[in-house]
Antibody
Framework: EVQLVESGGGLVKPGGSLRLSCVVSGFTFINAWMSWVRQAPGKGLEWVGRIKSKVDGGTADYAAPVKGRFTISRDDSKNTLYLQMNSLKTEDTAVYYC??????????????WGQGTLVTVSS | DIQMTQSPSSLSASVGDRVSITCRASQSISSYLNWYQQKGGKAPKLLIYAASSLQSGVPSRFSGSGSGTDFTLTISSLQPEDFATYYCQQSYITPLTFGGGTKVEIK
């Protein structure tokens, strides 16, 4: 059974930092492309960024609102995905989901999702 | 960035109704379009990928169509468990972007 379990959310002041983790089991993490998707309270889904597998270069891409402030990384030895969030703003308040990217040819979709972890940025 | 626009933003329907949700991309995305269902603050669930391919385990009453800029998610006969919010998402190019969502409510 595939499981993704996020942790690390909480309350942080504007300008502060937080690191989210996503521990994965039930599939071959080392080959997986992984994304973070967030959802502000009462709002829709927003892609935060992704990291490719190391065999595909291991590079990360980010959405404009978080570029330069957030960093996605992975530890394949621990089956763990990370999201380091710095210079947090009130508009970063959201539930953060980690998700796996499945592909067929050039088609990509998000198939497995974690339960989400809530990040609240408030003074 | 590619903007994804869903319509309507909400709809009311009865059990057994045929329901269609539209998603329009701001530029052509070929068939790089996925659909998700989200219930009650839970994680989204993949329904359709590559515009028209049904994810394993998803009931056949769900179907997707379209290519280029215009796409449709259809529920052929709405069931009680289908009341939820539906999102489209393009995977043509990063940043990957979602539509604003369509909330399907009970009439």
């Amino acid at each position: 059974e595939v499981q993704l379990v996020e942790s690390g959310g909480g309350l942080v002041k504007p300008g502060g930092s937080l690191r989210l983790s996503c521990v994965v089991s039930g599939f071959t993490f080392i080959n997986a492309w992984m994304s973070w998707v967030r959802q502000a309270p009462g709002k829709g889904l927003e892609w935060v960024g992704r990291i490719k597998s190391k065999v595909d270069g291991g590079t990360a891409d980010y959405a404009a609102p978080v570029k330069g402030r957030f960093t996605i990384s992975r530890d394949d030895s621990k089956n763990t995905l990370y999201l380091q969030m710095n210079s947090l703003k009130t508009e970063d308040t959201a539930v953060y989901y980690c998700t796996t990217e499945q592909s067929s040819g050039s088609f990509i979709w998000f198939d497995y999702w974690g339960q989400g972890t809530l990040v609240t940025v408030s003074s | 960035d590619i903007q994804m626009t869903q319509s309507p933003s909400s709809l009311s329907a009865s059990v057994g109704d045929r329901v269609s949700i539209t998603c329009r991309a701001s530029q052509s995305i070929s068939s790089y379009l996925n659909w998700y269902q989200q219930k009650g603050g839970k994680a989204p669930k993949l329904l359709i990928y590559a515009a028209s391919s049904l994810q394993s385990g998803v009931p056949s009453r769900f179907s997707g169509s379209g290519s280029g800029t215009d796409f449709t998610l259809t529920i052929s006969s709405l069931q009680p468990e289908d009341f939820a919010t539906y999102y489209c998402q393009q995977s043509y190019i990063t940043p990957l972007t979602f539509g604003g969502g369509t909330k399907v409510e009970i009439k």
